[in-house]
């Protein structure tokens, strides 16, 4: 019993390390940047410059903004502009596509801190935009192709009209934004003492050491370290932010090193799992409907990422 108390509290000051002095300064400027940016307008001025290309790949206006919040703010930004394609019978099909671009690109969230510790950055905005816009186009021309739209489905999906915006100052948006972050990663705190616990003790019963033993030879043929089935299995099962705080102990430990970590993150840094997912779909009873072929697409672009990382390091 002593030696699981001692588990929990080391957990504890884990994850309380990670949020407060890693996750935490990091969020806090970067959703301040970000509300000012989305409240004076300039998100939804990219989002109609960026359009017309991305139609041909069955991503409609909402679905740009919709990719610009999940690179730029958050995985759970995405919600409200999926809410609005719900309502104004947008047609299933580019829903669908908007959704396995989504699931495919890289999480605001997961991305900045992980940059504070040695993640590259413009490769994975670059993977994210070639791996989103492919999970798109395959679910939009293939996957989806039998999806007959029901009456009263446009298809139109044009950026939402923001309201007219109070007078405020950009110093006040600013805090608004950091205020949200501190939300954030207060919610997040369970999580990540939960998921270190969780593989401390899973470390400690020796079930990681057999599980690597058998995963060690193929992991060893991409460049994947042995304990890769950590931040692997947390973040299929609980999600990206776990998965993050497990990456982070794993860099502190040196167990991982900054390569190997840049070599995983085009398979691990999306938010298609299951916590992200079940998020998402809960815009509305069409997104729901539509899940499995945007899962299917974003499978293929989250593979086409997971290469394109283990031939760029």
Same mark, same amino acid.
């Given at each position: ?7 929990? $509290? ?5 994850? =309380?390390?990670?949020?407060? #002095? ?50 730029? *703010? ?9 809410? =609005? ?7 299933? &099909?580019?829903? @669908? ?6 699931? /495919? ?34 679910? #939009?021309?293939?996957? /989806? ?27 006040n948006l600013m805090i608004v934004?950091g205020q949200e972050a501190v ?10 003492? $939960? ?22 030879? @193929? ?10 089935? $950590?931040?692997? *299995? /947390?973040? #299929? ?31 691990? =840094? ?15 009873? &069409? ?27």
């Open positions: 019993m002593e030696n699981i108390i001692q588990l929990i $509290l080391s957990s504890g000051k884990s994850a =309380i390390d990670l949020a407060l #002095y890693i996750l935490l300064p990091v969020l806090v400027v970067m959703m301040a940047l970000m509300k000012v940016i989305e409240a004076r307008g300039l998100l939804a001025l990219v989002a109609r410059f960026l359009r017309p290309p991305l139609k041909f790949f069955g991503i409609p206006g909402a679905g740009v903004f919709a990719m610009l919040q999940l690179l730029l *703010v958050s995985f759970a930004a995405p919600l409200a502009t999926l809410t =609005i394609m719900e309502k104004d019978h947008t047609a299933r &099909r580019q829903i @669908a596509a908007t959704l396995a671009m989504v699931f /495919t690109m890289s999480q605001a969230n997961v991305v900045f801190p992980l940059v504070a510790v040695g993640l590259n950055l413009p490769v994975i905005m670059l993977t994210s935009l070639v791996g989103g816009l492919a999970a798109a186009a395959v679910t #939009y021309y293939v996957f /989806t192709r039998a999806v007959v739209d029901e009456a009263g489905e446009t298809g139109s999906g044009e950026l939402p009209i923001a309201s007219k915006p109070r007078k405020t100052t950009t110093f934004g939300q954030i990663i207060l919610g997040a705190i369970p999580i990540l003492v $939960l998921a270190i616990f969780l593989v401390n003790i899973f470390k400690a019963t020796g079930a990681i050491a057999t599980v690597e033993g058998v995963l060690a030879p @193929a992991f060893g043929l991409i460049g994947f370290p042995s304990v890769a089935v $950590l931040p692997i *299995v /947390t973040k #299929y099962m609980a999600g990206g932010t776990a998965m993050m705080g497990v990456m982070l102990n794993l860099l502190q430990e040196g167990s991982v090193t900054v390569l190997q970590m840049n070599r995983m993150a085009g398979l691990l =840094i999306n938010p298609c799992d299951l916590v992200g997912v079940a998020v998402l779909i809960s815009a509305g009873s &069409r997104c729901a409907s539509v899940v499995r072929p945007a899962v299917a697409g974003a499978v293929v672009g989250i593979g086409l990422r997971a290469v394109l990382h283990l031939l760029l390091f």
